[in-house]
């Protein structure tokens, strides 16, 4: 996740970059396009998270769900 982050950050410094050495429709451009493209990144990377962390969950369950199954076969 940390190259996510330093994506992230190229593209800010990328975004001021342009914004003191473009002209015209182009700084405005680029800035915009940039900043966009950090929050579409920083959209993208919570939802990678969001799924991992419900394959954690989902993991566990069936595991507790198999102790439970094994332990209940050793009680009979």
Not at 15 to 27: C, D, I, K, L, S
Not at 33 to 50: G, H, N, P, S, T
Request: aromatic letters at 10%.
């Amino acid at each position: 996740m940390y190259i996510i982050a330093l994506f992230e950050l190229l593209l800010v410094i990328f975004a001021f970059y342009a914004a003191v050495e473009f002209e015209g429709t182009m700084r405005v451009v680029v800035v915009l396009l940039c900043l966009l493209a950090v929050f579409l990144v920083e959209r993208l990377d919570k939802r990678i998270q969001e799924d991992e962390e419900v394959r954690e969950r989902l993991l566990r369950y069936k595991i507790e769900g198999r102790k439970k199954k094994v332990q209940s076969e050793e009680e009979k």
